[in-house]
Structure formats: C-alpha cells, structure tokens
C-alpha cells in the first residue's frame, strides 16, 4: 500500500518514507459557519430561509454558486505555493444525504469532494475527509449545523445507523484514491448532553460500529477518532479502539482555550510553558502509540494584538513540531475572521453583509443575550441577568445554554430580514454577483497570518 498514507508506529509512511503533514482546513466551504460567512444562525435555516423568500430557484442557486465558485484551482496552486501538503476537508452529512429520503445517496453530492481530490492530487496534498456535521447533530453548536438544543445523535438510533451507512458509501467509493489520508469520523463530538454528563461509552460504540462498516469496504485507509467533549477527552477513547493498525485521534485546541490572550501586553517565555502544559493534556501518548494529526488551531483576525497572537502561535506550533505532530490550522477562506483568505472590502458580499444596519442588529442581539460580550458589569436590565432572578438555584452554565437557544432563535428573525431585503432591493444578477465573492480572484490575503504559517508549511519541502 505505497501510494496510501499509513501508520507505522508513531509515524506516517507514504511510499516508505516517513511523512509529516502541514497544512489548513477548508473550512466554512461545504458546511456553512455564521461567524465566517456572515449570515445568522446554522446552515440548514440560511438554506431554507433562503428558498423560501428569494424567488424562484434563486435561494438554492444562491448557495450552490458560492459552493462552486469559493474553491478551485487558483486555490490550490496558490496553496502549493505556501507549502501546504496536507487539507482536512469539513463537510455537512447534508452535502450526500437528503433527510427526506435519508436511504438515498446524493451522488451530485460529491461533485465537491471530487474535484478537491483531484485538484489536490495535482498539487501534490492528501485529504482528510471530516463529517463536520453528522444527523441529528453531534453537539448543539452552529459547526455541527444544528438549528436545535439538542444533540439528537445520540438519542436516536437511526440517527446512528444513517452515520454508519453514509460514512460505507463514502469510504466504498474512495478506497482506492491515493489522495484520501483517511476518515476523521466525527468533528467534536459532545455526547450526549450539553450541559450534564458525558457518556463516553456510547461514543466509544458508535466508533466501533462505523470502524466495522468502513472496514468492510476499505481496510487501508487511516481513520481518525476525536474524543468526546469537543476533541478534548482523550482519556476516555476505549483502548481497543487501536486494535486496528490503521487509526489514530486528532485533538484540536485554540489559545484562547488555553489564556485570554486579549488582556496580554507581551508574551513571556513563562507563557510558552502554559502552552506546553495545555497540549500536554490534550494527548496521550504514553497509552495511545500512534502518530498525530492536530486537527484545529487557529487565530482571529479580530484579535486586538496580532503580534502577541502570532507569538504564542510561535510557541504552540514549536511544541508540536518538537513532538513530530501533523496539523491543519483552521482555516483558509472566510469572510475575514478565522482564515488567511477573505474576498477583499469592495467585493459584493462584504459591502453587503458589512452594512451597518446589520452589524448594529447583530450587537444588539448579542448584548440582549451575551452582555458580557461587550461590557463587564452584572449585565443589568439583560435576559441573563432576568434569568438568574427568576432561577436562582440554577446552574448558571444550564441558563447560558438557555440563553444560546434565545440567541439562534433570534438569528433566525435577523435572517429572515436579510433574505426579504434581498429579495426586495437586489436582481437575480446581482444576488448571483454576491454569492461568487468568494472566488480566488476577488479574495486578497491576510498577509500577517499567510507569512507566519508560510513560515512552517515550507518545512514540507526542508527537514520533514
């Protein structure tokens, strides 16, 4: 199996050499963010909102020319360019099935998952296919595409058996690519209550439900487990879980986890030690001999300090080096918060979407509900304030989840103005114009961020 990416040890082999693996994750591509595209609330309510305000078929349309248009092979020689060698590629379940008809198979689905391996290929990358959002949803956040508070995966067996049966159709179909590092099965998964205990034991069995399926039709390609609680616990992964020569885990970890990197006016050798310390926890590698592939870290443009970001990046990014990880930083395109690529200022989208009527409903939307977000006093006259008189006894995390809920709701009353404002004041050109501000021609980088990881992506072509 030299053409495939494999383990050995605490290695990644690939045509008997020893492989490290740098690079960047596509995120908010085929699985829709609201803080990266601009729009309010999950992918799922942005694609039905959409069809049904917009006219004709324009709201569908919409989202499959940005889908068309975001990623292509300008993209990729630009990447091969920087150094990049390896792509996670996060995808919604939506992407392949339709939950009206859950026992079908999209095929035009994977005209997307096509042409990234093909493009990859061509530039010399392999891809790591990530279910960044699973029926039912694996956790209630906006990256699992979950427009309710509940984590419905877990409670419902067909839920599962619709995960199994995709993650078979999926790995039938490319067990033969060489451009597939593997299968990460499932993005942070949070089972099964999000504000009350875990159940690690039910994780561990879907695990080793899919393992078995995707086994039956493909026994070479890697597949990669991330721990309950967002990717953190790796403690309680079941240890026969590496039974299978071919697996391995992928923690994801962010600063802003670790410190609030907002109230430092320098960074510290002493800091480098907290970042040691963080991922030091997030690992186990005395019981878990295998190889890593990190699968999220990243920094926000929005971030007050963009120096002192990039200097515990510095560190942080050392320590895996030092450790011989693998990683994907998060990611390569948005609309200017999380990636190194953003459509520039006068593109469409941008001059729409940054218009102050919006961001001032976004504002008050989230100081109705997250005051804190934006002053630091006991958040007076706001519903969380309300909340915590009227429920004293409560769990304070039990009412923030609460307040989430609030907030989504919200967003969908945001949304919906957006799309009548669309469907009022813009043509079909013109709504069409939007949805391809995404495309490489019209997005600029972000040149602080592009130098840094530049900097450890071209180690590919150096030392290894």
């Known amino acids: 199996m030299s053409d495939f990416v494999q383990i050995s040890g605490r290695d990644f082999i690939r045509g008997g050499q020893i492989q490290r693996y740098r690079g960047l994750s596509l995120g908010n591509w085929l699985l829709l963010e609201q803080h990266m595209f601009g729009l309010p609330n999950v992918e799922m309510k942005m694609r039905h909102v959409f069809a049904e305000t917009l006219p004709g078929n324009l709201g569908r349309e ?5 889908q068309e248009t975001s990623m292509g092979e300008k993209d990729f020689a630009w990447l091969h360019e920087c150094g990049v060698n390896f792509i996670r590629l996060p995808f919604n379940y939506r992407l392949l099935m339709d939950d009206q008809r859950p026992d079908v198979i999209r095929e035009e689905g994977f005209h997307h998952i096509d042409r990234t391996l093909t493009l990859a290929q061509r530039y010399g990358m392999v891809v790591m296919l990530d279910m960044h ?98 990717g953190r616990s790796i403690e309680h992964l079941d240890p026969t879980l590496w039974r299978d020569p071919q697996t391995t885990y992928s923690p994801h970890l962010y600063i802003p986890q670790i410190c609030d990197i907002k109230k430092y006016d320098v960074w510290s050798v002493e800091d480098r030690g907290m970042v040691e310390t963080a991922i030091a926890a997030t690992i186990d590698q005395e019981r878990i001999e295998r190889p890593v592939i990190w699968g999220e870290l990243g920094m926000d443009q929005a971030a007050p300090r963009h120096d002192i970001l990039i200097s515990a990046h510095v560190d942080y990014l050392d320590c ?26 006068e593109t469409p989208w941008q001059r729409y979407i940054g218009q102050e009527k919006w961001q001032q409903q976004k504002t008050a939307i989230e100081e109705l509900c ?5 002053r630091s006093d006991d958040c ?53 114009d939007l949805a391809s501000s995404f495309a490489f021609d019209r997005c600029e980088p972000f040149q602080p961020f592009v130098d840094f990881f530049t900097s450890y992506w071209q180690r590919n072509s150096q030392k290894g």
């Open 380 to 432: 007076q006259g706001s519903l969380f304030h309300n909340l915590r008189e009227i429920f004293p006894n409560r769990n304070p995390e039990e009412l923030k989840h609460q307040m989430r809920e609030t907030f989504r709701a919200l967003e969908v009353l945001a949304l919906r103005e957006i799309a009548e404002d669309l469907a009022a004041n813009y043509d079909a050109t013109a709504i069409r």
């Open 133 to 230: 959002a699973v029926p039912g949803g694996q956790s209630v956040d906006w990256n699992a595409d979950n427009p309710t508070g509940e984590a419905l995966f877990w409670s419902h067996a067909d839920f599962r058996r619709r995960f199994c049966e995709l993650w078979t159709a999926i790995a039938k179909r490319y067990a033969h690519h060489e451009a597939v590092f593997g299968y990460d099965l499932m993005c942070e998964p949070v089972a099964s209550s999000p504000v009350g205990p875990r159940d690690h034991a039910l994780l561990n069995k879907v695990f080793h439900e899919v393992t078995q399926a995707i086994r039956s039709v493909d026994p070479h390609h890697i597949i990669v487990y991330e721990a309950n609680d967002w």
């Open 320 to 345: 895996l080096e030092r450790l011989g990880f693998s990683w994907g930083m998060w990611a390569y395109k948005d609309k200017g918060r999380y990636s190194i690529m953003s459509p520039a200022a």
């Open 62 to 66: 919409f989202f499959d020319i940005y």
């Open 370 to 374: 997250f005051p804190q977000w934006h």
